[in-house]
């Protein structure tokens, strides 16, 4: 089990540009989440997913998009990117079963400049 | 809207000493989870606290969940410099758009010097 992937690990781009994130997870897990973590702040939700083709926002949505067309996959667009959007971005999934434990992933780390 | 707030957010302690840190939240849930996260790298899942009165242990650490106070512990016995690393809770709720979101402290970031 590979758990929680991420693509890519790291990422420059400069303002206005496009990319999409994504975040593959093979433990059939039905909730996955995007967040961002910037110093001193935590971690963030941006959306979420409940299912297949379902999303949601979280508390900063601004700016993203997100897509959930197989179960497996959750992906993180940034149609034109700011310098706001550098941070690091993980993904997470969760099973409401067993014991709800949240798995996270390696991590992205986006730079705009 | 949740709030969580961990206390302290730094802290430095010695070898051989204990410790508590604080989590506090505003709003009913009966799930809370601690994590670790070294600098540079993801989130590793530490306790899952799934009820009033749970209490998880593992090596030097222990964790606590008082749901009525809405208050978890992390308790750090006699540290060792390996424990140094940031700690996060994370409040488990359900939003009224039918999903579970976790809701995450600050975090406290511990440093253990010999």
């Known amino acids: 089990n590979a758990g929680v992937t991420q693509t890519p690990k790291f990422r420059v781009l400069k303002t206005g540009q496009s990319m999409t994130l994504l975040c593959a997870q093979d433990?059939?897990?039905?909730?996955m989440y995007w967040y961002r973590q910037d110093p001193g702040m935590g971690l963030r939700l941006i959306h979420y997913s409940v299912g297949e083709g379902t999303t949601a926002k979280g508390e900063v949505p601004d700016g993203y998009n997100v897509s959930r067309l197989k179960k497996q996959n959750f992906l993180l667009g940034l149609e034109s990117a700011a310098p706001s959007q550098t941070s690091v971005y993980f993904c997470?999934?969760?099973?409401?079963?067993?014991?709800?434990?949240?798995?996270f992933g390696p991590g992205t780390r986006l730079t705009v400049l | 809207e949740l709030k969580v707030e961990q206390n302290p957010l730094f802290l430095s302690m010695q070898e051989g000493k204990n410790y508590t840190i604080y989590c506090n939240y505003s709003t009913t849930s009966d799930r809370l989870y601690w994590y670790r996260q070294d600098p540079g790298k993801s989130l590793e899942s530490l306790f899952v606290?799934?009820?009033?009165?749970a209490v998880k242990q593992e090596g030097r650490l222990m964790a606590s969940l008082d749901t009525k106070a809405r208050l978890s512990t992390l308790h750090i016995t006699a540290a060792v410099h390996d424990l140094s690393a940031t700690y996060f809770c994370a409040v488990d709720f359900f939003s009224g758009a039918g999903s579970y979101q976790l809701t995450f402290g600050k975090g406290t970031k511990l440093s253990v010097i010999p």
């Open positions: 433990m059939n897990h039905e909730y």
């Open positions: 606290l799934l009820s009033n009165g």
């Open positions: 997470a999934s969760r099973t409401l079963r067993k014991r709800n434990e949240q798995f």
